[in-house]
Nanobody, 126 residues
Framework: QVELAESGGGLVQAGESLRLSCAAS????????MAWFRQPPGKEREFVAA????????YYGDFVKGRFTISRENAKTTVYLQMDSLKPEDTAVYYC???????????????????WGQGTQVTVSS
């Protein structure tokens, strides 16, 4: 059983930055991917970014356009999401997920992920 714990959300103004963290614990972590999704109010959950733990390869959702950066810290089994130039439309609950190889559906699909965190709220005011 893997547990994921997100932190770092909060209320910021448009144009500011936030860094989210997600720490993984428990289970056997190998050959896996960690990702961020978000769910804006009244909308479906959408893919933000993912990273391969073994190779460090990164993948981003189309809307990111260079504003967000995903990274990992192997020693802490933690993944980060640096969010810059935040916009009001970035307001959402941000979730961390973990997927294990083989990748059958694709990293941008929720069903690929075996475990999820509880989410952290990000609110961007205009």
């Amino acid at each position: 059983q893997v547990e994921l714990a997100e932190s770092g959300g909060g209320l910021v103004q448009a144009g500011e930055s936030l860094r989210l963290s997600c720490a993984a614990s428990g289970g056997t972590l190998s050959n896996h991917y960690m990702a961020w999704f978000r769910q804006p109010p009244g909308k479906e959950r959408e893919f933000v970014a993912a990273i391969s733990w073994t190779f460090g390869s990164v993948y981003y959702g189309d809307f990111v356009k260079g504003r967000f950066t995903i990274s990992r810290e192997n020693a802490k089994t933690t993944v980060y999401l640096q969010m810059d130039s935040l916009k009001p439309e970035d307001t959402a609950v941000y979730y961390c997920g973990i997927a294990f190889s083989p990748i059958e559906y694709g990293l941008q699909y929720e069903q690929q992920y075996a475990y999820w965190g509880q989410g952290t709220q990000v609110t961007v005011s205009s």
